[in-house]
Structure formats: structure tokens, C-alpha cells
């Protein structure tokens, strides 16, 4: 995707592939900084202080990291501690231990002497197939976006509401729930999409609007609460979320407040449509209570962090001081009030029957 009119991603190898280039996330969007990560000990640290974040990502930066760790030292110890390591970084995104399975799953027949190579090799194709995943769903979701222009009679933009950031920053390229409207945009349908600010991390506000102001793609950021007085107006013509994890009968863990948008999607008669590629599918899970809900730092919800006006960063409290706080990351939003799943295969229905009649191998 975009960054100042030239094309960017999010994560790529240098130095022959010991270590990984990240675009270093906490500090957009008043700074593009890249962090390069030289160890293990680097790869997990920026995927837990979310320098790195989103499902897709998560698993790519995983997959890189232990080829960073063969390079370190190749020997079966090693690959254990390196996979143990990242497993524990975020509970909730199932594409982590997807990609650490796919990294295992190639190197622990190999001999020791082979497998930076074969490491670095097995990042770089599942970078590029998650890149191949979510070009297909903006293709597909593109459809979606296209019919809801049609039907308004192509006389305005289709408004579209998001929450959190399931761009190209989430994935390597493209995204997931932006994806759709990157492709529609580029197909020529007016979009204008509804940013939610959501707290506490403000990954909308900072990341969202960031991406579709590079791309010079229409929007408004939005308090998180604002989302349900704009669907009984008349202002959101459908919502379009990621996830970061999808059970097998089609349940959505996405990030906090997801939920309560669904609910008024729902009371608005607003189709509420989740992007995902399969490799966030979960297909081992059907109750959705036993997804891991990750609980962060209660930091993120006492303080918040901006840029002054003079160009300094600052962190300042917005609670009281002895108050506590509780910082859930993610809820679940249950298949009922999900409209349909966008993939890279295409739409189905939120459910097992709907996700088998994309991937019939998972019966």
C-alpha cells in the first residue's frame, strides 16, 4: 500500500534475513519510524508492546522471528525456546500459533545446518500468501461495498464504519476489513468511512485514519460511542470489522467494543460484515467462551498518549489517581449478529455450514 505516494509494507527481511524491518507502530501517526529487531528477544518484545499488532501480522512477524532465532542457533533447544517465547506474547490472535505451527511443522525434520535457510524461506512465502489472502478479500469484499453504492443509487458515498485497524498495518500488504474499501475505492465507488477512535489504544484514530489519509480515501474519526446515534440517523450504510480470532461456527473475537457495535448494527437493521483470512479461523474451537480474552496493562486505560503541539510526545493520566482499572483487549461478537464472513475464498455465512462451503477440507 501507500505511504507519501510510494508503496510500503509493513515488515520485511534485511540482512539476508537475521534480522526484521518493521514499521514501528506507537509511533504513528506523527511519526514513520522503522525498528529494526536483531534478536528474539526483539521479535517478542514488539509483538507484545505492539510496535507490531493485528492477527495477520502477528503470525508473519512470529514466522520471522524464528528464523531470526535459527540464525542465533539452529538446534532443537533453540527452535522449542523460540517458539515457546512468541506463543506467549499475545493469548487471543490464533494466527500466531498458526504460523509457529507452519514454521515447526517445516524445520523440525531438518537438520540443524538447514534450517535458517528453510526458516527464512517459510516466512517469506506465508508474507506473501497473506498478502495473496487479503488482496482477494478486498476483491471479494469490494463486491459488498459496490452493491450498497448501488443500491443508495450511486448518488453519494457509501458509508462505511470500522473499529480499530484491520489495514495493511494489521497484515504484511492490503489488510482485511480495509481491504475491501482500498479495492473499491481504487474501482472508483465513493467511500467514506467512519473511523472509530477506539480506546484505549486509539488504533483508530492513529493507524486508520494514518492509512486512508495516505490512500486520500474520505473520513471522519469518531468518538467509540458515536457509532450508534449515526446508525439510527441514517449515516452507515454497513460495517465492516478484522478479527483476530473466528471460531469454527463463525464467532468473532475482535478488538473491545466490537461487540457493541454489532448490537446496534443489528437494532439498525445495518449488515455487519467481519474480513478475515482463514488462517484466523480457529478451526479446532466451537464455543466461543473458551477463546482467551487478553487482559493488558491497565496503563493503557489510566493514561493516554498524544503528541503536543510543540512536537513532544506525551503520556498523560486521565483517571484518578487511586482509581483501578480493567484493560479486557478484545470481546466476542456471537455469529448471530454477524451478516456474512469475508475471505479470501469469498462470503459465507457466519456459521460452520457457511465457512465448509469455502473450506470443505475442514470437514
Known sequence: MMVAG?????????????RIAIIDQTRLPHELAIATLADLAGVATAIRTMQVRGAPL?????????AVAM?????????DRAIAILAATRP?????????????????????????????TQAEALAEADVASCRAIGEHGAEVIENAWRRAGEARPVAV????????????DWGTALAPI????????????WVDETRPRNQGAALTAWELGQHGIAHTVIADNAGGHLMQRGLVDLCLVGSDRTTARGDVANKIGTYLKALAAHDNDIPFYAALPSS??????????????????????????GWCETGQRLTVRVTPRDSPA???AFDVTPARLVTALITERGICPASREGLLALFPERG
Open 6 to 18: 510510494r508503496p510500503m509494507r509493513s515488515i520485511w527481511p534485511v540482512d539476508g534475513g537475521r
Open 58 to 66: 502477528i503470525g508473519i512477524t512470529a514466522a520471522y522471528g524464528i
Open 71 to 79: 540464525a542465533a542457533e539452529p538446534s532443537d533447544t533453540a527452535l
Open 92 to 120: 487471543t490472535a490464533v494466527n500466531l500459533r498458526w504460523a509457529l505451527a507452519e514454521m515447526d511443522r517445516v524445520l523440525r525434520p531438518l537438520a540443524p545446518g538447514r534450517r535458517f535457510a528453510a526458516a527464512l
Open 161 to 172: 464504519l470500522t473499529h480499530c485497524n484491520a489495514g495493511w498495518l494489521a497484515a504484511v
Open 182 to 193: 482500498y479495492r473499491a475505492h481504487q474501482n472508483g465507488v465513493p467511500v467514506h468511512v
Open 280 to 305: 484466523t479461523i480457529d478451526w479446532d474451537l466451537e464455543d466461543p467462551a473458551l477463546i482467551p480474552i487478553e487482559r493488558r496493562d491497565p496503563r493503557e486505560v489510566t493514561h493516554i498518549e
Open 326 to 328: 480493567e484493560n479486557y
